[in-house]
């Protein structure tokens, strides 16, 4: 079945910018004609929406980051990535990379990437 | 932005309890709502979406219902493996939002 692994540096410095990878195995990005997405959670906190990418790179993105944000797709490394900018300590969070399944449910998740913003 | 509070932010409960979480959306979003699960330390689970679709191998236990702006997720006998925190999730509009959580705890 299909899995998540996300990847990038797990410390970043303030102003810099944030940049993840997803890599999916067990299956092509490409096929079943879903959307992928993007959450952060900071420690001991709740859900955030960041945004969703489509095959094509049609993307949605929550305003609150839209600025900052950019969310593309390598359909031929079977990835998808994110990329936040002028990074903050607002923005250390854990980073979760997920499928949009049937009725926009994320189904399928990865299993998380830490990141700290200090200097 | 829709803004989804939950009910209550945490219950402790025993094996074998009835659990209900409620879930209120500021604005109608039809049946436009998923329910996760999460434990300490993972990724959140899919356990509900369409409102009240059991998403496959979810136990029957859990159960969702609603539509508009109120929603409940029960759980008829909680396990010792349902100690978690519970999130639901609208994906009626952009920004997608998420509830608070409800935490799940042992009595």
């Known amino acids: 079945q299909v899995q998540l692994q996300e990847s990038g540096p797990g410390l970043v410095k303030p102003s810099q910018t944030l940049s993840l990878t997803c890599s999916v195995s067990?299956?092509?990005?490409?096929?079943?004609?879903?959307?992928w997405s993007w959450v952060r959670q900071p420690a001991g906190k709740g859900l955030e929406w960041i945004g969703r990418?489509?095959?094509?790179?049609?993307?949605n993105y929550n305003p609150s980051l839209k600025s900052r944000l950019t969310i593309s797709i390598d359909t031929s490394k079977n990835q998808f990535s994110l990329t936040l900018s002028s990074v903050t300590a607002a923005d250390t969070a854990v980073y979760y990379c997920?499928?949009?399944?049937?009725?926009?449910?994320?189904?399928?998740w990865g299993q998380g990437a830490t990141v700290i913003v200090s200097s | 932005d829709i803004q989804l509070t939950q009910s209550p932010s945490f219950l402790s409960a025993s094996v074998g309890d009835r659990v209900t979480i409620t879930c209120r959306a500021s604005?109608?979003?039809?049946?436009?709502l998923v329910w996760y699960q999460q434990k300490p330390g993972r990724a959140p689970r899919l356990l509900i979406y369409?409102?009240?679709t059991l998403q496959t191998g979810v136990p029957s236990r859990f159960s969702g219902s609603g539509s508009g702006t109120e929603f409940t997720l029960t759980i008829s006998s909680l396990q010792p493996e349902d100690f978690a925190t519970y999130y639901c999730?609208?994906?009626?509009?952009?920004?997608?939002?998420f509830g608070q959580g409800t935490k799940v705890d042992i009595k």
């Open positions: 997920a499928r949009v399944g049937s009725w926009f449910g994320l189904d399928v």
């Open positions: 067990g299956g092509s990005i490409t096929t079943g004609g879903y959307y």
């Open positions: 990418i489509y095959t094509s790179g049609g993307t």
């Open positions: 604005q109608g979003i039809s049946s436009y």
């Open positions: 369409a409102a009240s």
């Open positions: 999730q609208q994906v009626n509009s952009y920004p997608r939002t």
